[in-house]
C-alpha cells in the first residue's frame, strides 16, 4: 500500500579521515500518498544519500524518517518494504529475467503460483511479457531498465525509490520511458522520489521538486512555482536561466517594493520567504523570455547589444548596462516573428520587461 | 611462492570496500565462531610452526642469541649458497621477465594469425602446470654431459651443470609467470595513447620505448620480484641441475637436515632464505601490485587496433617466440620419448616397462596424491571463500593481520615451511608427522592464499549495488549471501581451487619433508628415480603426472569457463 513519507530534520555527515563531508543537513520533506517528488540540484549536493537514507543503505547521523505510521529510521534495509531502482539497474546477473522479478517474492515466501502471476503481471505493466526465460546480458539498457523496475514493482512496494534511473539511456529512450514511469506510477498510486540531473525531467514528470544544494534544501514546491517564484537565486539560475540584476529597494508593502534598478524607479513583486523582507540592497530576476531590446530611449532602462544569435525559433541577445556593473551580460530572448526589429552589436537600444514579469528576491549574489 | 597460475586474478584491485554494506552481513552468518576456527588453524598450522623455526634459531639454553646464525655465516658454503640464491634469483628475474614480456607482446599486440597465437599461449603455460622436474629433467638430457644437442655441437664434454643449466631451467620453468603478469598488463593499456604518440610523428619503435615500455614499468617491477621469489624458493631444479657446483640455500637447507639431521643448521639456513624472500614478497604485494593496477584500470572508449613497433623488433620477438615455443615442445618431447624407450641416448627400443614400473611402484604414490589433493581442492577452497569475505567486507586492523598470516606460508619458500612444519609437528603434543594430516594442511594453509587473492578480487568486481538491491527486495543478509554473492564469486572460487589441486599435485619443496612410508607422492618418487639415476622411470613418473594435472585442471579451467560466460556482461551497465 502506498504511504506517505515524513523525512525530518535528517542530517548525514560522512568522515574521511581527517576530512569530514557534511553530505546532508537538516533536511524536511513530507511526501503525500501517491505523489512524486523530484530531487534535484547540482553534482555533490546530497541526492543520493538522502535516497540511500530513505532506502536503509546509509544510516542517517541524525533525524527521523517516517513511512506513514512507523519510523522506519533505523529499521533494516530488508524489513523496510520500499523499492530502489538503481542507475545501473542492479539486475542479478546470474538469474533469468523470472528469476530477477521473482527474486522478492521468494524472500517472502509466497507460493509458487502466486509467483508466476505476479512475475507475469509486473512483466506486463512495463511492456516486457515475454522475456521471463532471457538473463540480464541479453536485454538492451532500456529493457534492462523495465526489468529492474518490474522486479521492483512485483512487491508493491510502500515507497518507490529511483536514482537516475534513465540516464543510462539515449535521448529517445529517455523520453519514452519518463512519461512510461509517470504513468505507471500514476497508475499505481505508488509514492516516489525520484532523483535526476535532467531539468527537463524534473520538470515535466514531477508533482514537487526539491531542489538542494550542498546538502540543504533550497526550495520545495511545483515546478510551475519553482519557475515562476524561486525564493533563492540559487533557485532561480538552476531552474531555467535567470538574468540577476542588483536593486535597491524600499521598505516592501503588500507583497510589492518600490525598486531602484539602476536608473529606473519602478515598483515590483516581492517574493516571501525569500530573505529578510527589509528595505536595502536586493536582486531582480528577469527570465530571457520576458525582456526584449527596444529602441533607444524606449524601455525601462538603457542597454548595449554585446552579441547577437539566431537560433531559429527564436533571436538571442546579450546585452549589457554600462553604469549597473553587471558581473555577466543580461540574456534576452525574443521569439520570432515576421517583420522582427534587429539590432546590431554595439547598438544603444532601450530593454522592456513587464513589471510582473521582473521579482524582486531579498537576497544580493555572492551574500 | 611457486607458479601462479592465476595471476591476473592476484593483482590486488583499487578502492576500498564499503564499510556501511557489511555490518548486517556479517553479523547475521554468525562470523564469530567461524573466525575462531580459522584463527586457531592458522595458529596451528601457519604461527607455531614458524615460531618453532625462529626458536630454533634465536634461542639456545634459554637466551636470545644470534651465534648458530653467526656460525652458519662463518662457513664460506653458506656464505656462497646465499650469495648464488640471490644472484639465481636475480639472473633468472630479468631473463624471465624479458621472455615473459616478448611472448606478452607477441600474443597481445602482434598480428598473428589466430591459432599461433593460442599455440603459443597454450605452450606458455605448459610449464606452470607441470611438476617442477620435468624441465631440469628433460635440461639434463638435452644439455647434460652428453647430452642430445651437445653431441650433435660436438663438444660431449663441457659440463654445464650449476649456474648455467639451473638458470636455463628455472628461466623456462617461470616465465609463464610473467607472461601472465605482463599480459594482462598489456591488454589493458589503451592504444590510444600510443596512437597519440603516433600521430605526434613517433616512430613505431621510439612510441614502443617512450609510450609502451614505460607504462609497463609497474608490471616489469611486479614480474621482476615475483620471479625472484619463485626461484629463490626453487629447490626441485638446483637439486637436480646445480649439484655441489653451485650451492644455493634451499638445497643446502635440506642436505643440512636429511643428510646430516643438523636440524638447528636447517633452520638457520632456512630463516637466511625466509628474509630476501618475505621481503621480496612484501615488496610485490603492498607496493608494487597496487602501483601496477592504477595503469590498468580506467575504461576506454571505442579502442583502436593495436599498434606494434616495428619491423624489426617484431621480427625479433617473432623469432625468438617461435624457437622458445620449439624448444619447450622438444623439452616434453623428450620426457615422452625417454619414457617410452629402453635407456634414452642409447637404446631407442621402444618399450612400456618404464609405465608398468609406474604403475604397478608407483600405484600407491598415483592413489596418494589423488586423495591428497581431492580433499586439498575442496577444503582450501571452502577457506578461501570465507577468509576471502571476512577480510573483504570487514576492514580492520585485526582482519589485515588475519590477511598477512594467511598469505605467509604462501610468501615463504617452500623449503621453509617444511621446515618448520617437520619442528613443530615431530612431536608431541602434535605429533603429526607420518600421517596424511601434515600434507593436507601444508599444501592448504601454503596454497589457498591465492584463492583468497582471487575471491577477493572477484568481490571487488560485484557491483555493490546488486546486493543493496537484494537487501530492499526483502532478502536478509544471509540470503543475500547465499543467493547473490555466493553464485557470483563461485568462477573465482574453481579458479582458486584450480590452483590448489594442480599444486597439491605438483608440489615439492615443503611436503619432501613430511612424506612417509604411510603416505608419498608422485613427485617425491621422481625424485627418487633421478637420485638413482633412473631418468626413464622418472620421465615415465613425469608424464603420468602431467597427463593427471592436466585432464582434471583442463575439466576445472572448462567449468570455470562455461559459468562465468554466462555471467559476463550482466550486472554492469
Ligand atoms: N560513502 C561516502 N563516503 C564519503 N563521502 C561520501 C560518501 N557518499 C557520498 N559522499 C559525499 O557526500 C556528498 C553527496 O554525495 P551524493 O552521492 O549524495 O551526491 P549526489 O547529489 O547524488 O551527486 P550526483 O548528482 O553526482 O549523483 C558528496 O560530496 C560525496 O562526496
Ligand atoms: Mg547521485
Not at chain 2, 158 to 180: D, K, M, Q
Not at chain 2, 315 to 330: P, Q
Request: charged fraction near 15%; hydrophobic fraction near 50%; glycine fraction near 8%.
Amino acid at each position: 500500500m502506498p504511504a506517505e513519507l515524513r523525512i525530518e530534520n535528517l542530517c548525514k555527515t560522512f568522515t574521511k579521515g581527517r576530512e569530514v563531508v557534511n553530505a546532508v543537513r537538516d533536511v524536511n520533506l513530507t511526501v503525500a500518498e501517491g505523489e512524486l517528488v523530484t530531487f534535484l540540484g547540482p553534482s555533490g549536493c546530497g541526492k543520493t544519500t538522502i535516497l540511500r537514507m530513505v532506502a536503509g543503505f546509509e544510516t542517517p547521523s541524525g533525524g527521523t524518517i517516517h513511512v506513514g505510521d512507523e519510523d522506519i529510521t533505523t529499521l533494516p534495509v530488508h524489513s523496510r518494504g520500499i523499492g530502489f531502482v538503481f542507475q545501473n539497474y542492479a539486475l542479478f546477473p546470474h538469474m533469468s529475467i523470472f528469476e530477477n522479478v521473482a527474486y522478492g517474492l521468494k524472500a517472502r515466501g509466497e507460493a509458487e503460483d502466486a509467483i508466476g502471476r505476479g512475475v507475469a503481471e509486473a512483466l506486463e505493466l512495463v511492456g516486457l511479457a515475454g522475456v521471463e526465460r532471457r538473463f540480464p546480458n541479453q536485454l538492451s539498457g532500456g529493457e534492462q531498465q523495465r526489468v529492474a523496475l518490474a522486479r521492483v514493482l512485483v512487491l508493491r512496494p510502500k515507497l518507490l525509490l529511483m536514482d537516475e534511473p534513465l540516464s543510462n539511456l539515449d535521448a529517445k529512450l529517455r523520453l519514452h520511458m519518463r512519461t512510461e514511469i509517470r504513468r505507471i506510477q500514476q497508475h499505481l498510486g505508488i509514492t516516489c522520489l525520484y532523483v535526476t540531473h535532467d531539468q527537463k525531467e524534473a520538470l515535466t514528470m514531477s508533482d514537487r521538486i526539491m531542489v538542494l544544494s550542498k546538502g540543504h534544501v533550497e526550495q520545495i514546491g511545483t515546478p510551475f512555482e519553482l519557475y515562476a517564484e524561486p525564493q533563492t537565486l540559487f533557485v532561480a539560475d538552476f531552474i531555467g536561466q535567470a538574468n540577476v540584476l542588483p536593486a535597491t529597494i524600499g521598505e516592501p508593502a503588500g507583497g510589492m517594493a518600490v525598486t531602484r534598478l539602476g536608473p529606473a524607479t519602478l515598483s515590483l513583486r516581492c517574493i516571501a520567504g525569500s530573505g529578510t523582507p527589509a528595505a536595502g540592497p536586493a536582486s531582480v530576476v528577469l527570465r530571457p523570455e520576458n525582456i526584449r531590446p527596444v529602441a533607444a530611449g524606449e524601455g525601462k532602462l538603457p542597454a548595449r547589444v554585446l552579441h547577437r544569435f539566431f537560433v531559429g525559433d527564436h533571436m538571442d541577445y546579450e546585452l549589457t548596462i554600462d553604469d549597473m556593473k553587471l558581473p555577466k551580460p543580461l540574456f534576452a530572448s525574443v521569439p520570432y516573428e515576421p517583420g522582427l526589429a534587429l539590432f546590431e552589436p554595439g547598438n544603444t537600444v532601450g530593454l522592456d520587461f513587464a513589471e510582473k514579469a521582473a521579482i524582486v528576491l531579498f537576497q544580493t549574489p555572492g551574500g | 611462492m611457486a607458479g601462479l597460475v592465476s595471476a591476473p586474478a592476484l593483482a590486488t584491485p583499487p578502492g576500498g570496500g564499503d564499510a556501511a554494506r557489511t555490518a548486517s552481513v556479517t553479523a547475521s552468518l554468525g562470523v564469530y565462531p567461524i573466525l575462531g576456527v580459522i584463527w586457531l588453524s592458522l595458529i596451528i598450522f601457519v604461527l607455531y610452526p614458524l615460531f618453532e623455526l625462529l626458536k630454533l634459531v634465536f634461542w639456545q639454553d634459554g637466551v636470545l642469541t644470534f651465534k648458530p646464525l653467526m656460525d652458519l655465516l662463518e662457513v664460506p658454503y653458506n656464505v656462497k649458497a646465499l650469495y648464488n640464491s640471490l644472484f639465481l634469483g636475480a639472473a633468472v628475474a630479468v631473463s624471465g621477465t624479458f621472455l615473459g614480456f616478448c611472448f606478452a607482446y607477441f600474443t597481445v599486440r602482434m598480428r598473428a594469425p589466430f591459432w599461433l597465437k593460442w599455440i603459443i599461449a597454450t605452450l606458455t603455460l605448459l610449464p606452470l602446470i607441470s611438476p617442477p622436474f620435468t624441465s631440469a629433467i628433460s635440461l639434463s638430457m638435452v644439455l647434460g654431459p652428453n647430452g642430445m644437442i651437445l653431441k650433435m655441437l660436438g663438444i660431449p664434454q663441457i659440463n654445464l651443470y650449476g649456474f648455467w643449466l639451473t638458470w636455463t631451467a628455472e628461466t623456462l620453468t617461470y616465465f609463464p609467470v610473467a607472461y601472465l603478469a605482463l599480459s594482462a598488463v598489456l591488454v589493458s593499456l589503451d592504444p590510444s595513447m600510443e596512437d597519440a604518440a603516433l600521430s605526434l610523428g613517433s616512430s613505431p619503435w621510439r612510441v614502443f620505448y617512450t609510450v609502451t615500455l614505460p607504462m609497463t614499468t609497474p608490471g616489469l617491477a611486479n614480474s621482476l620480484l615475483l620471479l625472484f621469489a619463485n626461484s629463490l624458493a626453487d629447490f626441485a631444479t638446483p637439486l637436480v641441475l646445480a649439484g655441489t657446483y653451485f650451492p644455493v640455500l634451499p638445497t643446502q637447507a635440506y642436505l643440512q637436515i636429511t643428510g646430516l639431521y643438523d636440524y638447528r643448521g636447517g633452520a638457520g639456513l632456512s630463516f637466511l632464505l625466509l628474509v630476501p624472500a618475505l621481503a621480496a614478497y612484501l615488496l610485490q604485494h603492498y607496493w608494487v601490485s597496487r602501483r601496477s593496477y592504477v595503469t590498468i584500470t580506467g575504461k576506454s572508449g571505442a579502442r583502436s587496433p593495436v599498434r606494434g613497433m616495428g619491423a624489426i623488433g617484431e621480427g625479433f620477438i617473432f623469432t625468438l617466440c617461435l624457437l622458445l615455443s620449439a624448444f619447450v615442445v622438444l623439452l616434453y618431447a623428450i620426457i615422452l620419448q625417454a619414457s617410452l624407450v629402453k635407456v634414452f641416448g642409447v637404446n631407442h627400443t621402444f618399450t612400456l616397462e618404464h609405465f608398468e614400473f609406474v604403475f604397478r611402484s608407483g600405484q600407491k604414490a598415483i592413489r596418494d596424491t589423488l586423495i591428497i589433493a581431492a580433499i586439498v581442492t575442496p577444503v582450501g577452497g571452502l577457506m578461501a571463500v570465507i577468509i576471502g569475505f571476512i577480510t573483504f567486507r570487514w576492514k580492520s586492523v585485526a582482519n589485515m593481520f588475519l590477511d598477512f598470516t594467511c598469505m605467509l606460508n604462501y610468501a615463504l619458500p617452500g623449503t621453509v615451511v617444511g621446515i618448520a612444519y617437520v619442528l613443530a609437528f615431530n612431536e608431541e603434543p602434535l605429533q603429526l608427522t607420518n600421517g596424511l594430516t601434515i600434507l593436507v594442511t601444508a599444501y592448504i594453509f601454503r596454497y589457498f592464499a591465492a584463492g583468497i587473492r582471487s575471491v577477493v578480487a572477484s568481490l571487488h568486481q560485484i557491483d555493490k549495488n546488486i546486493e543493496e538491491a537484494s537487501a530492499s527486495l526483502g532478502a536478509s543478509g544471509t540470503r543475500t549471501f547465499f543467493k547473490i554473492t555466493l553464485p557470483l564469486v563461485i568462477p573465482a572460487v574453481l579458479a582458486g581451487m584450480r590452483y590448489l589441486f594442480i599444486h597439491s599435485m605438483t608440489a615439492i619443496s615443503a611436503t619432501i619433508f613430511l612424506v612417509s612410508v604411510n603416505w608419498t607422492l608422485l613427485t617425491t618418487r621422481i625424485l627418487e628415480a633421478m637420485s638413482g639415476s633412473e631418468l626413464a622411470r622418472a620421465s615415465a613418473f613425469s608424464v603420468v603426472l602431467i597427463v593427471l594435472v592436466f585432464i582434471s585442471s583442463g575439466i576445472m579451467a572448462y567449468i570455470v569457463k562455461t559459468y562465468s560466460a554466462r555471467l559476463a556482461g550482466a550486472g554492469e551497465s
